[in-house]
């Protein structure tokens, strides 16, 4: 295998990325089916890059992961404030798992907010995303408990933000 980039993505990937992301959240038990509301969301790779900015974990082959950073202002964010950059839609396929690509797909957006100035990053999981919230941990994320929210009944997310 040549070696991974992380990089934005070209648009012949949205449809495969947004694949991947929903197969990903499926693996994990995070999505009720491939028609849980979320799912469009997660899928709709063409419509998010209108409002962020969309990164892959590629090879020379294949993607095999993205997330997305939402820049301040953007009405994409959910939890952000107007100088605060959020994260979204990190996800892996799971045969990619376990190399360090989740971290450096969340180390990118990081430094990608420092460089839009925004003064804090934050983001949204569920709360039985362990190895997302590993990943942010490491980053040096911190658990938000002002940023909970149930975006439908019984579905906690912890918010988690990380100060630039
Ligand atoms: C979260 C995700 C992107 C991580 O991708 P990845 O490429 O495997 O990430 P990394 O290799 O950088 O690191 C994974 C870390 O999680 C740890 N991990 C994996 N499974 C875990 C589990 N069940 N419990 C705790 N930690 C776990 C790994 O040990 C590793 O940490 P370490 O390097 O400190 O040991 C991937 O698991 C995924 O797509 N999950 C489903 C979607 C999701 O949860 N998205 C988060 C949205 S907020």
Known sequence: MSAVEIRPVHGAEYEALGEIVVNAYLHDGFLTGPDDPYAEFLRDVGSRVVGAEILVAADSERVMGGVTLVPPGSPLAQLAGPSEAEVRALAVAPAGRGRGLGAALASACVERARELDAKRVVLCSQTTMAAAHRVY????????????????????????ALDL
Not at 140 to 160: H, K
């Open 137 to 160: 941990r490491r980053l040096g994320f911190e658990r938000a408990p002002q940023l909970d929210w149930e975006p439908v009944p019984d579905v906690l997310l912890w918010g988690f």
